[in-house]
């Protein structure tokens, strides 16, 4: 149960009257377009599964343009040498 | 400990979706947005992959990332609005016997008086869970609910609704 800072009794009634009014309240469209658990539980599994490829995948797109820059250096090195040669 | 398996969370949805969407749209003020912070929450709690089965723990758990979840939307509101109302919130003057009336008084009240006050009251939660669902501290949830509930009294004695019932 939870303990209080001091309001008064009169007043700590009043709002706990006025909060069991706001518990009651109709709450809209009950009917909500909240998808059903099943749906919920494919949608988490797929965004998972699509996380662990975006980490996957993640280390080969940090080395692809640095592949291409290491080709491109040894290509102007071996170009270099050749015209020394 | 185990974790949730596909009917253990079904069970779990049917157990907590409604009483979660009242409180996120007691907060919020607005249906559509209270049904996408649900389903963002319970995305969420899915996809951490929570190491537990415990309904009470996973309750926990699903009512903190709803409340960070509205407390992201305040932010973006406030910062696009100014803001921290609920949509339907007029000045007229309410009748305390008036559904309406009192879904407008309690909308008055920021955002997270709301919250806490639906987590104490409504949901009857202790000071420790309510600082566990909204991921606050205990001590901290003590002052902030006080003020709430002050604010509360001054709203209603504003308002000549302070009767007892």
């Known amino acids: ?85 | 400990m185990g974790r949730l398996d596909e009917a253990a969370f079904a069970a779990f949805h049917a157990g907590t979706s409604r009483a979660l969407r009242a409180y996120v749209y007691r907060v919020v003020g607005n249906p559509s947005d209270a049904d996408d912070i649900v389903q963002e929450a319970f995305l969420r709690m899915l996809r951490a992959d929570v190491p537990t089965d415990d309904e009470e723990h996973l309750r926990r758990y699903l009512y903190r990332v709803a409340s960070n979840l509205i407390v992201d939307r305040w932010r973006h509101r406030r910062h696009e609005q100014g803001e921290d109302v609920m949509p339907e919130q007029v000045s007229a003057r309410p009748r305390y016997e008036d559904d309406a009336a009192v879904a407008k008084v309690f909308g008055e009240l920021k955002s997270r008086d709301r919250a806490l006050l639906w987590l104490a009251y409504v949901e009857g939660e202790s000071h420790e869970e309510i600082a566990s669902s909204l991921g606050v501290g205990r001590r901290g949830v003590k002052v902030m609910l006080f003020r709430a509930r002050r604010r509360l009294r001054d709203l209603l004695q504003a308002r000549g609704l302070l009767v007892n019932s």
């Open chain 1, 1 to 85: 149960m939870t303990e209080w800072f001091d309001l008064n009794e009169a007043d700590e009634k009043a709002i706990g009257a006025f909060m069991s009014r706001v518990a009651n309240l109709r709450i809209p469209d009950p009917e909500s377009r909240i998808p059903d658990s099943a749906q919920l539980w494919c949608k988490a599994k797929l965004l998972a599964r699509w996380d662990a490829e975006r980490r996957a995948q993640r280390p080969l797109d940090i080395m692809q343009p640095i592949e291409i820059a290491g080709g491109l250096v040894a290509a102007g090195v071996l170009l270099y040498l050749s015209f020394l040669a």
